[in-house]
């Protein structure tokens, strides 16, 4: 296992990661166009998750490559990735057993945001947060969480719509695992890191 996650910290992998972040994330937003153009210019930031979350860790890697660490970003990115990636698997999921069937843009998002939710724990060991970094990532996780389900700000699923409550709930605990983890991997493990 050592040897993967040396090979992670190498220039060509890093540079590999950027690319597929930078592509992943421009197309997020674009993913998010119609609602964006719909949500009140307060909320623009809280709107489109899951590219916001590998923005920051496209972020974090390019600092990676010029040996830098941001570790605010990085505890963003550990509990973003992972909670928006499996949030997306799930909701997917969810439309397959609502509707029967999945188009194939589903499949894509389901394997794209799983690879996203996995990529934020790979790189953990090379994090460098502290406690209060992750105490302001779960403060704007959780907020999010206030703003998607409370105004009504979450990613649109039609054929879901009747189940925002229970999904609300669902993300709430969700959030909490993701920063617990972020707990998990960096501060517990904080005596075992790797340098890049």
Same mark, same amino acid.
């Given at each position: 296992?050592?040897?993967?996650?040396?090979?992670?910290?190498?220039?060509?992998?890093?540079?590999?990661?950027?690319?597929?972040?930078?592509?992943?994330?421009?197309?997020?937003?674009?993913?998010?166009?119609?609602?964006?153009?719909?949500?009140? =210019?307060?909320?623009? $930031?809280?709107?489109?998750?899951?590219?916001?979350?590998?923005?920051?860790? &496209? @972020? /974090?890697? !390019?600092?990676?490559?010029?040996?830098?660490?941001?570790?605010?970003?990085?505890?963003?990115?550990?509990?973003?990735?992972?909670?928006?990636?499996?949030?997306?698997?799930?909701?997917?999921?969810?439309?397959?057993?609502?509707?029967?069937?999945?188009?194939?843009?589903?499949?894509?998002?389901?394997?794209?945001?799983?690879?996203? =939710?996995?990529?934020? $724990?790979?790189?953990?060991?090379?994090?460098?947060?502290?406690?209060?970094? &992750? @105490? /302001?990532? !779960?403060?704007?996780?959780?907020?999010?969480?206030?703003?998607?389900?409370?105004?009504?700000?979450?990613?649109?699923?039609?054929?879901?719509?009747?189940?925002?409550?229970?999904?609300?709930?669902?993300?709430?605990?969700?959030?909490?695992?993701?920063?617990?983890?972020?707990?998990?991997?960096?501060?517990?493990?904080?005596?075992?890191?790797?340098?890049?």
């Amino acid at each position: 296992m050592k040897w993967f996650q040396y090979l992670l910290g190498q220039k060509p992998i890093i540079f590999i990661m950027i690319l597929i972040n930078f592509f992943g994330t421009v197309y997020g937003y674009y993913w998010y166009r119609y609602q964006l153009a719909d949500t009140p =210019a307060h909320f623009y $930031i809280f709107v489109p998750d899951s590219p916001t979350a590998s923005l920051f860790f &496209l @972020i /974090v890697v !390019a600092a990676f490559l010029m040996k830098k660490n941001l570790p605010l970003i990085e505890a963003l990115a550990i509990v973003t990735l992972f909670k928006y990636g499996i949030w997306a698997v799930i909701m997917n999921l969810l439309v397959l057993l609502v509707n029967g069937s999945l188009p194939w843009e589903g499949y894509m998002l389901i394997a794209s945001h799983f690879g996203m =939710a996995i990529q934020g $724990i790979l790189y953990a060991p090379y994090y460098r947060f502290k406690a209060w970094h &992750l @105490i /302001v990532a !779960a403060i704007w996780t959780l907020h999010n969480d206030v703003i998607d389900y409370v105004f009504g700000m979450m990613p649109r699923y039609s054929m879901l719509m009747d189940y925002m409550n229970q999904i609300g709930y669902m993300t709430f605990w969700l959030s909490l695992i993701s920063i617990f983890l972020g707990y998990y991997f960096v501060i517990r493990k904080s005596s075992r890191k790797l340098q890049l």
